[in-house]
Every structure is written in C-alpha cells, then in structure tokens.
C-alpha cells in the first residue's frame, strides 16, 4: 500500500522501516534529515513538506509525534495535512496525546471527509524495532479492520477500544494504572526486605497472591529479583521516568476535564516529578524505587 | 495427630472443622459456647480454659485470633499458653499481627523451649471453608516441613517466607500492595468510563497490558465487568473494609518501625479509613471504587 | 477617568459599580442584558460589541472573565480588544487564569503597543461589593503607579507583585497554600475533637501556637468555633467549594508546566474533586471538613 | 518548693536548671552523670533511683522523657514512681507521649491516690533555656491551677486543655498541623519562585492574605528571606525533622485509634520519613523545602 509516514524519532522510524520491509511503499517526512536518510536507505522517498506529502498520492497517512501540540500543528495548521490531503486517504495518530486533543483533531479530519483512527502504542522502542507494539485503537470498527492489516506490520496486539478517542483513553487508563502499581510494589517490596524478608522470596510470594501484578511478576522494580528487568542493570533502557511523567500529566489533565478524582494518579504524577526534579528522569520508571531510600541505614 | 486450636472464629471455625475431617483428634477453646459446640459435635473435644488446653496431651497448638493483644495474652499471660505448655508441644499462629509482635511472643516461645511458626492466611472464609486457604509462613525450615501435612489439611498454597516473623511481614507486604492495586483499578477504571469507554473492553485491554494486576483480572472493583467479583452483587461477601482497613494499620506500623516510607500505602490507608468513616466498613473492599463519585454527574 | 469595563458578572459587576461610584466613566460590556442594565442605571453607557468598547474614546479598559479561554478569544479574537484597540488605551486583567496564559496575552498586548497589568484579586462577592478586594498585580512598576487610583476604588490592599504574570502566580500560590491549611485545619480540629478535645479550646490553642493559620484564627471550618466564620452557617455563602478547585487546578497546571512538584497541592486538587463529585461544589470551601466523617460514630 | 525532676536531657536539664534559679528545692535522678552533676552545682540535690526520688519528701514530681515506653516504665513499673511515691504528691509528664498512653498513666496514678497533669511543651531547646515554653495541659482545673507557679517558672504560655491527656491531644493536633502548613508553604513558595516570583515579595503577599500560617510569617522555609529563620542558616538548630517526624507518628496513631481520617497528615508524616530517610533527620524540619528540587534546573 502507498502509505505517508510524519515523525521519524525512536519510535517512529523503526515502525516506518517495518512498513518498508512489510512492502510498502512509504513517502516519509521529517525534520531530521538523518532519519530521513535512513528511511530513503531502506527504500522510502522522502517529501520536503508536509503539505507535499499530503498531496502526494497516498492511500493512509500515519503520524508518530512528541505532543499534543505538534499533533494539532500538523493536522489543522495553514501548510498542515488537512489543508492539502485529499478526502479519500484514511489516517492514523499513533502519538500519545490527551484524548480531548484527539477529539477535537478527528472531528475536524471527520469534517473534512477523511476517516481517521487515534492509535497511540506501548511496548517501548524495543518494541517498536521488533514489530511487537500494542495498538490501542479508537475509530469505526469499518475503518479499524481495513487499518488493521497495515497496523499488524508494526505490532502484535492490536486492539479496537471504541470510537474516536478511546486509543488515547485506554493508554492514559492504563499507563495510570502502571504508575501506581509500580510505586505500590516498591513500597511493599522495600517494606518487607526492611523488615527482613528475601527479595527473591517475597517477590514469589506477591507474584502468586492478590498483590500480583505487571510490575511484580513481569518489571520487578527491586535489584536483582529479575534478571530481565531493569532493575536488574541499573535502571537503563525501558520506559523513562520522564515519558511516565508526561503520560500522568495527561491522565490528571484528562480527569480534571472529566472531573473524576484520581487520588492515587494525582499523588503517582507528583512522586515521579519529585524524582525526575532529583535528577532522574531518564532512568527507567521502575527506578521510582530509589525515592524511598529510608528504612535500610538505620 | 493430638492438635490443641484455640480461636473459632469466622475462620478458624472452618479451619478447625477440616483438621477434623482430616482425622485429625481436636481439643479445642473458644469463648464462644456456640463455637465449641459445632465443634465438639464435629468430634473435637472441649477444654475449659487456656490452661487446660496447654496441658492437655496435644503434640500441637493452633491459635487463630483477632489481634496482637489477643495473641500476647493468649501465649504470654500468667493463665496463657507458655505457663502451662510442654517444651514438646509445637505452636502455630495463623492470627494476622504486626511483625514485631509475632517475632515477640515467638521470641518467648523459643526460650521457654517451643517451636513456633506464624502462618497468617489470605483466601477470606471461604478459602477456611473449602480447605483453600493460603498460609504464608515464618520459622525454621524443618519445623516448616513438620507442619505442612496439617497446614495442607486447611489450605492450598503453603510457602516457607523465611525465619520468624516472616510469615506476617509477606502477608503486611502483601495486602498493603492489593490496596494501593485496588484503589488505583478503580481511580483507572472511572477515569476510562468517565472519558466515554466500555468498562468491559477497558478491563480487557488493562488485563492484556503493563497495568493488569489482580485487582482489574480477578476481582475488578466496577460492577458488571466480572459476574464472580462482589462488584456485580452490591460488594457483600468477600474480604470487607474494616478488615483490609486493619491490614493496612498494620503495614503502616510496621513501617513506621523500620523507618520505611510507603507514601501510597498510607495515602490507601487514609482512604479506607474515610470511607468506612462513611459507613461503608461492612462492605467488600473494592467498594472503595464508590469513593470516585465525580466525573459521571456533571 | 473614561474607563471600558468586560465582564459583569458576581464580580465584575459590583467591581463596576464602585468605579461608577468614585466618579468614574464608565462603558460597559457584558453578555447578559440585566447585567448591564444594571450599570446603566447606575450611570454608564453600554456598549454593543467588544469591538465597540475598543474602539470608544475609553483611556483604560478591564475585563473580569470566568478563564483563560475567555480571556485570550476577549483580547486575542479577531472580533477582541487588541483587534480594534489603540495603543495608547491601558489595559487591566482581573480574571484568574494561569500564569502562562496571562504571559501570553501579555505579550501580545505589549506588540500592539498597549500597557497591560494582569490584576487578579481575592476577597470574593463580599469584598468586591464593599470595595475591599486584595488586588495582585504583575506588570511595569509605573503602569502599576498610574492604575494604583482606580485599583483603589474598587480595593483596600494594593500589592505590586513584579513582571507580567506574577498577579497571576501570587494569587495561585497563595490559594494553593489556603486550600492546604484549610484541610489541614479541618483534619486537626476533627482529630482533636475526636479525642476528646473542646473545638474551641484547641482552636485557641492552636491560635496561638505554631499550627496557627487563616483558616484556623480568621475562618476556622468546624461549626461554631467563629460566629462569623461559614461553618456556623451550614457552609453558604463565602468562597465555594468549585471556585477553590478550580484555582487548585490552576496551580498544578502552572506546576506541572514548570516542572515543580507540589504534593500537597496535587493531593488538595483530589480531595476538592472528590468532595465536590460527592455534590458539595456550591458549598463554601472550608466545608472539606464534612469529607471527614469518621472517628465520630464510632 | 520541694520539687523531683526526672529525665535531664536536651529539654529536661534547662528546665530544671530554671526552677532552681527561681528558688525551688530540687531533687533530680537521670541516667546520665553529667547531666546530674550540673544541675548539682547549680544546687540541686542526686538521687541514686528513680525509688529513692520518689520515696524523697518531694510535693511535686515532674517528668521530661523520650516516649510512652519510658513514660510507662518510669511511673508503672515495679521500681517506679508510683510504686515508692506518697498520694499526697502531684505528678507532672512533660513528655510528648500519645494521649492514649498518657491517659493510661493517668488513671493509674488516680487510683494510686496521685493527682496527675499531662503537660507536653512546645518552644524547643531555645525555648526551654529561656524559660519562655508553651505548656498543654490535661488535667483537672484545681490541680492545674496549683501547679501553675511552677509551670510559669519554666514556661510563659500555660494553657489548659482540659482534661488528662488533652495536653497531648493538643499538641499532636497543632504539630501536624503546623507539619501540613510548614510543606505547604514549602510548596507555595518554591511554585511562586519557579514561576519567576521574588521570595521575600511572595512571603510578604501571602502573609498578608489568606495562606498566611505561622510557617509563611514566622518560620518561613526558603532560603533568604527571614534573616532569625533557620532557613536563612543552613537549616541548623530550630525543631528537627526526626522530632517532627516522632511527632507526626503520635498524630497518626492517635486518628487510627480514634477512626479519624487524617489524609495530609499521612502523608506529611510519609514525606518527612522519606526527607530523613535521604539523610536528613538532623535538619531544622523547615528543610523538607529541600525535598522539592525540581522547577529550578530544567
């Protein structure tokens, strides 16, 4: 299929170069000429703007993009996608971005005649260069099966979660969700390490119990429990601590516009700006662990 | 084997009543007249006072109360377990108390000659019902081994968590973290519905991403997504507030005591002290969800 | 002075008022007819549109709005003030926004030539009806000196807070610190009458303590320790529950935009949400207490 | 009067030392040596034991300890206080104990024949050298009016609080909320600086409105802006954060017995147990500013 690539970055670019070797035919776009480069390399063709590019003969667009910001610039702007791209091609945001933005950037493609899928990811750069993504995805069901075939080139669990929006909704649902129980299960396994217990032990006794969770029996936070974890090499690769700050950011954001309480969101987004603030946001989030220092000294 | 079991409770009646069926020989002690009665019927056999029971010939004594005080006074006071027991006679407390307490009166136990394990159980009254419980376990490895053919008589999942007091520092770690899981299932739960998302397809994607845990996989707190969880019928039955409510006393005590913050952990136990406040302390405690009204009426 | 006033509504209209009284020209703006029939009796002149009180022989004009997005399409639309302003016409903000926004307007008023002062006060309907409103004020120290007259007509306490923007911050900094002390007042005054305490002999020991705060000595939240304070009148009247919120989300907005953590504030923001969903928002902010009902029926 | 004072510590020696300077007999008892021998040069007489203290013709005993297990041992065990000591003499703890515990003593010595006052301080080791503490008292009206003489000779703000045990309810009632307050300001301030404020004009704005607290006007937090604060001097001296955090302890396990939510003060107290556990316990507790790094770097 002829398909438009916007946003070449660390996620984007690996999940372009899976569509190439997956035989399409990709027109990309970036304002990195390096990532461009790459792309061209592996047998893209690069377009010199984004007005280009949806002009050109596209049958989808897909956009990968830092922030809300970016997203509502290169859908709705004057030398924007909307402004040149015909009706017909169907397209697809994969950034994560506050669902009331994703809305509000689908009602006006919708406006405009082009169907249009929010389809925001997880599963890391590792997953992304490995084509085993989750694609949590908000749109028709019509549009969501003709996409799926494309989406399945760069991932493997692809999910239909409703109407326009719900990708981005069931992204910050979970990612808050992933926070606090992060933060609970180094709570409960420094508790007990400091009161004596084997990590290793107490960690096997969690993982079959009601305390089980992701982050107890799969990303386990303590040094050493799980050889596969980052904890288990100083906290490096895996999902920032400040990529989980922005997603708290726009699950707070999203449950003021909701008015909804999220008590424990709320206090997750402030413990992992106080740890980022401490100069750790680039440590992966499981890092959060080292913020309760107490309790080994003394 | 000659068991002595003192507490016949909600749970320990249940749990006696399988050492029975067991073929095991019962003396057992309770306040209660009632209790002892069912028991007795059962085929146990009744001793007046504490004292009469330590002295019994009983190789072992089980003893499932409902706090630390009880359990202080029960093996340490002048007409208590350890003034009348023989040295021979191995002890087991399945009552949930703080860690320190249980590493007290084991401390006693040990000097005066006896062998002691403290085995707290999680699975609620059914699980004492149906022989499911799960015990987790502190003391030596081979008085471990020595228990478990009468532990496996009441329970299904029995794991050696280490030396004395271990058994209760993994159970504390443990519900401290199912709180702050079951909390931040309901905080995700609502903030997707709020946003306009099927709780069902919700549940399903957290249950298939990074935020799955057994609050949202095995007991979610929103009422019709799981037919089994007291969710879909009004939160009676199951572990109740008040009692998770004590859990959490106990992790923030012990915290408290090894200088350990568990920031979300006291925020979780702050929450179910409002809410049973409310009058909701009989309740199951995924009702905590009730908590989050906003968001749906505006 | 000819002045041109936007915004009449609970405050913006009796804030007109007093300039109506102290001799002032006014031409005022304002959806609602009542309220700007109200004026005109009083002795103003109505204008149509907001183009046409831009374009009046007015030497200052200030607006009084609900939020940000009004503020910014009022000032920045193409039908809004600086479209149709002349430079030389004085421009005062009273709305509270966040601090970004009122930057941003700023800014734009200062490329189209006109002074501009972001203005937000406190004191709420009562103080804007007595002319006795705290007004915080960011901009030019003698754009400050020429507004200080007018300020004055309408408030008692005049504060000069720096650049433009910080009118803004002040006002968001000092009502996040209220809404902490207040529930922090609530939970002591609750805890101590819970232990046994009379609410207004630990009121006046705290008063002259180190717990002494505003809320504690000058609007203490349990019912009849102050005759004037809303707790002895069910909660009406006073600055609402919805009103605080929102300037707690104001807070964590600035927060999170500047990357400062503000546990406390995140965690009042939830408690308000939470009180105000349990459907208390139109009740005055220190009634936060009612969230606590525990320790009393028990 | 002939006085026994018992616990010469930090708090308890320049207290003592004041009664001797205001002409009262002392007989003293203290584990330490040199905490005795200077209180003997100043002309009190030793006691070898806390029996022979007691069994001394002393009217009035007063005791300064660390916590309840010393409170309790000191008057309850079988080598203490009310075991040697006549009815006809009155008791004083000025320890900072929980009122449940306090209470406990209380009743004891009532039974004894003893009348008991609990008199907690505040003002600190400043305080307590000048003679110019802050005393709460429980107790009943007759005996605190008898005691009053000698509490105004080491202290100049005796409050009664009613009766036994509401010294120490008061005092845990104000501490938490003075912690509250004290990282509330610490939050306000540091928002308003990251937000381009000035400190000192900041202070002096929200000392004049409705976040002015004794933590804001008195004991500001940030760095420069009270020349007599212990922010101004590196944090050294003042009331450290392990005594507040001892405090913030008593306070949580008050409300936990009492039922009584107290959601700040949780987590103030988890805040403070983080800050100490990071290393700094010995810090004035108006540090905990020092926990919020973030804002200033990014």
């Known amino acids: 299929m002829k398909i438009g690539f916007l946003g070449l970055g660390n996620m984007g670019g690996p999940m372009a170069l899976n569509l190439v070797k997956a035989g399409h035919q990709l027109t990309v776009f970036d304002l990195s000429k390096p990532a461009v480069d790459q792309l061209v390399e592996a047998g893209a063709t690069a377009a010199d703007t984004i007005a280009a590019l949806a002009k050109s003969d596209v049958e989808l667009i897909i956009t990968m993009l830092p922030a809300a910001q970016h997203v509502k610039s290169v859908y709705l702007g004057d030398e924007g996608l909307l402004a040149h791209v015909s009706p017909k091609v169907r397209l697809i945001d994969s950034s994560t971005i506050d669902p009331m933005s994703a809305r509000e950037v689908e009602a006006a493609a919708s406006k405009h005649g082009n169907l249009m899928l929010d389809a925001p990811v997880s599963g890391g750069t590792g997953g992304a260069a490995a084509g085993t993504l989750t694609f949590m995805v908000g749109g028709e069901q019509a549009d969501f099966d003709a996409a799926l075939p494309v989406l399945q080139a760069m991932g493997k669990n692809i999910v239909h979660c409703g109407p326009a929006g719900n990708g981005q909704v069931a992204k910050v649902a979970n990612n808050m969700l992933l ?27 969690i993982n079959t119990s009601s305390g089980r969770c992701w982050s107890s029996d799969t990303y386990n936070p303590y040094p050493g429990v799980m050889d596969s974890a980052p ?15 922005k997603d ?47 309790g080994k000294d003394e």
Chains 1, 2, 3, 4 share one sequence.
């Open 248 to 294: 708290l950011g726009l699950a707070t954001d999203a449950a003021k516009q909701a008015r909804q309480p999220v008590i424990l969101g709320a206090l997750a987004q402030q413990l992992y700006q106080t740890f980022s603030g401490q100069g750790n946001g680039a440590l992966d989030f499981s890092a959060i662990i080292k913020l309760y220092a107490g």
């Open 179 to 205: 926070a606090i129980s992060m933060i609970g299960t180094a709570e409960a396994m420094n508790l007990g390490v400091s009161l004596g217990m084997d990590p290793k032990v107490l960690a096997g006794i």
């Open 231 to 245: 904890a288990s090499r100083g906290y490096s690769g895996g999902f920032g601590t400040d990529l989980m700050l």
